[in-house]
């Protein structure tokens, strides 16, 4: 479809004031993680919105279009809309995987990942035994591929389904970056909410390695007493 329609709402969207929120909540300065990405103020609410008109017009090649733009919106767009796709379309779903692995350095952001790999790559893994893809993007150098790994196992997760979430947690444990942190106590959390027995067995071996930001994630929700004891194994 043309994009000039799209285009045109999100225009007329657009929100100066709220552009500068957005370039300092997700650090866009120099050096950071988000560094050059450009916003045009439109809310999460308001995206949705939008792809409730659009989701179903947008081809492929539309959505890749929208997912080279520069502006954050356009990106989030375009995965909201393919994971609409994605659940609508059952005989479309290993094309859309395929397309979303090959433009995993144009879902750059954690927002983006998060709205995105666990009902995409999640979905579409938990029905497949070589979960193998998981692993080796968990050794990327490209974070938000190691994001992407860990990320997508919150479908598992979801499920009952553990194995993968503790395997690659222990692979990222010394990851450097705090985003990976964050989601690794994040997906440990979720399986705490599900089984505590095997999350308190993750954390007797690995609590002492886990970084700091990642433990208090995944013990957020412990008694006080049970948080106080994974933080002193630290």
Not at 12 to 28: D, E, G, H, M, W
Request: hydrophobic share 40%; glycine share 4%; with cysteine.
């Amino acid at each position: 479809m043309d994009l000039l329609p799209l285009k045109s709402d999100f225009q007329s969207l657009s929100n100066p004031a709220k552009i500068i929120v957005f370039k300092r909540f997700f650090k866009t300065g120099p050096g950071q993680y988000g560094e050059g990405d450009q916003f045009l103020g439109l809310t999460v609410p308001q995206i949705r919105s939008l792809s409730n008109q659009y989701w179903s017009k947008l081809s492929l090649a539309n959505l890749s279009e929208l997912l080279q733009s520069p502006y954050h919106e356009y990106r989030t767009l375009a995965l909201v809309c393919l994971c609409r796709q994605f659940e609508k379309f059952p005989r479309r779903r290993r094309q859309i995987f395929d397309f979303y692995l090959a433009r995993t350095r144009r879902i750059n952001n954690w927002d983006l990942v998060d709205i995105s790999s666990p009902r995409i790559v999640g979905a579409y893994l938990f029905e497949q035994k070589d979960r193998s893809i998981l692993y080796k993007l968990a050794q990327s150098k490209n974070l938000w591929e190691r994001r992407i790994a860990i990320i997508s196992t919150l479908y598992f997760i979801k499920n009952h389904q553990f194995s993968d979430t503790l395997s690659l947690a222990k692979i990222l444990l010394d990851d450097p970056h705090d985003l990976i942190h964050k989601a690794v106590g994040w997906m440990l959390r979720e399986v705490g909410k599900r089984d505590q027995k095997i999350l308190f067995g993750f954390l007797n071996l690995y609590a002492s390695r886990l970084p700091r930001t990642a433990l208090r994630y995944a013990i957020e929700r412990l008694s006080i007493a049970d948080r106080k004891h994974f933080l002193h194994l630290s």
